[in-house]
């Protein structure tokens, strides 16, 4: 016997299907053919992008000093030998003043004759504070004395006064470097205004690059030059006569001729 439903019938069945179905827990709907899960392209999420990071904020970049233009103003402000001092200790812009353990500004008489520039304090003149009092200065105290000159003379004729390119000692006792010998310079050649001798002597190839721009002592000893306007000799330091004696030969006919220039000025 064949039933013959209508539509309403088939509705009813159908509905009666799908809530016996979701009593056993079905809840997907499936299609007439299995589906193989595993063999389907799993689709990830795209990944959020990460956040910009912020920008730093510009760092401001620390002005530019001219330490050399700085030294040229407080050289400049001292009206004499003391003030000169004060400024020169008072100048922050030199990194070996950090290091050193005194400031050597100078020896001697001020209102001498003879005037001497030398280099830097070593290690026996950064601990008395005074320029040329280890062993080369025990050697330019008996050089000066042979032609009756010294330090300690009383009588201006016959005294010299004696400092240094940098009043600070290097470390090591480096050789100073262009831009330590720039920034000092200022207060060099005021002292030497200051000063004001008649004759200048300069003692190795510091003091050479300082006040005449160039360096080569061995080719430049004994041959006077004009620097600021005063006469000039550049001779050995008496540091470098003490590992070469055989040069302290050319260092005592410099002597002779500094004497025999002393007695024409």
């Known amino acids: 016997m064949v039933v013959l439903m209508d539509s309403a019938d088939t509705y009813w069945r159908d509905r009666a299907l799908l809530e016996w179905q979701l009593e056993l827990g079905a809840i997907d709907a499936i ?16 990944p959020k992008p990460a956040p910009t990071p912020a920008a ?14 700085i030294a040229t103003s407080a050289a400049a ?13 008072a100048f922050e812009h030199c990194e070996l003043k950090r ?20 280099e830097a304090p070593g290690r ?16 330019l105290d008996r050089m000066l004395d042979a032609i009756d000159l010294g330090r300690a003379h009383d009588d201006p004729a016959r005294a010299v006064y004696i400092t240094n390119v940098l009043p600070w000692r290097p470390p090591s006792n480096r050789t100073p470097d262009a831009a330590e010998i720039a920034m000092m310079l200022p207060f060099l050649e005021r002292h030497i205004a200051l000063a004001n001798p008649d004759l ?10 300082a006040l ?16 600021l306007g005063k006469p000039c000799l550049p001779m050995f330091h008496p540091a470098y006569l003490l590992r070469n004696p055989i040069a302290k030969r050319e260092a005592w006919a410099d002597l002779l001729d500094l004497n025999a220039r002393l007695r024409e000025v």
């Not at 026996?124 to 050697?139: C, I, N, S, T, Y």
């Not at 200048?200 to 690059?209: H, K, R, S, Y």
């Open 31 to 46: 299609g007439d053919a299995p589906v193989d899960r595993y063999a389907l392209e799993v689709t990830k999420p795209a």
């Open 56 to 69: 730093p904020p510009p760092v401001p970049e620390a002005p530019q000093v001219d330490a050399a233009a």
């Open 77 to 89: 402000s001292a009206s004499d030998l003391d003030g000169l001092s004060a400024a020169m200790q």
């Open 212 to 227: 005449l721009g160039r360096t080569g002592i061995t080719r430049m000893r004994g041959t006077w030059v004009e620097v």
């Open 200 to 209: 200048l002597v300069v003692m190795g190839n510091t003091p050479c690059q």
């Open 124 to 139: 026996e003149e950064d601990r008395a504070g005074k320029p040329f009092v280890g062993r080369a200065g025990q050697l």
């Open 99 to 118: 290091g050193a353990r005194s400031f050597v500004f100078c020896d001697g008489q001020p209102a001498a004759r003879v005037m001497i520039v030398g």
